[in-house]
């Protein structure tokens, strides 16, 4: 019953109410970041009627994800290692860092070809109303990576919206005291209030090309 009641205070707008399985589904999907109601209704549906093989393959890859994946000791990013293939890439540049929200962007940015330093990932963006102060964040480890090793280069790569300006800021103001230590920020011409993953190749990579010193 308490399910039943959360499910129509969740979709008390939606067209239709399904009975069940089908509308626990439903719900799940239609938590996922990205997914409306009617999409989450798409999908459901479509997993309905699918082969039973193609079913069993998503089953699979969902009880594998959790156990899988691991964080790289360094950047923060996902890896099936305890680094990822980046930081194992002796071909980067070791002195420049180009900081990042999500591992998501580490790809948006990967997609350019036009970095080839290492990353380091900050798990989020300062976000003082849901309680994401620089504590939540991989900040300390970062502070470590540049005090430890010859970083010349720190690039800010934050989203361009409120809390990835705030989380700009801060940062600017951490690694301000490092001496001979670069700070830059993305060019703009990048959508405000949008997510870096996505802005096209082009337009990431002139920003990332145009980037200025802070
Ligand atoms: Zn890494």
């Known amino acids: 019953m ?18 069940g399985v089908v509308q626990d589904l439903i719900d799940e999907l239609g938590r ?7 999409s989450a209704q798409r999908i459901a549906f479509h997993l309905l009627s699918a ?3 193609d079913i069993g393959r998503l089953q699979e890859v969902l009880g594998k994800v959790k156990e899988g994946v691991q964080f790289c000791e360094i950047c923060g990013n996902v890896s099936e290692q305890e680094t ?9 540049d070791l002195t420049v860092i180009c900081v990042v929200e999500e591992p998501k962007d580490v790809l948006a940015v990967e997609r350019t070809r036009e970095f080839r330093g290492r990353y380091h990932v900050l798990g989020g963006a300062l976000d003082p109303l849901s309680g994401i102060g620089p504590e939540q964040l991989r900040m300390r480890e970062l502070l470590q990576r540049i005090g430890a090793a010859d970083v010349t280069e720190v690039i800010i790569a934050t989203d361009p919206n409120t809390e990835g300006e705030a989380t700009a800021t801060y940062l600017v103001r951490m690694l301000r ?10 060019a703009s011409g990048l959508p405000m209030g949008g997510d870096l993953e996505f802005a096209d190749e082009l337009t990431l990579g002139r920003a990332l090309s145009g980037r200025r010193v802070l």
């Open 32 to 38: 996922l970041p990205g997914i409306g109601p009617k």
């Open 51 to 53: 082969d039973p093989a």
């Open 177 to 186: 005291d490092f001496p001979g230590l670069s700070v830059t920020r993305l």
């Open 84 to 92: 990822c293939r980046i930081c194992r890439d002796t071909r980067r």
């Open 2 to 19: 308490a399910a039943a009641c959360r499910i129509s205070a969740r979709w008390a707008w939606a067209d239709a109410l399904y009975e």
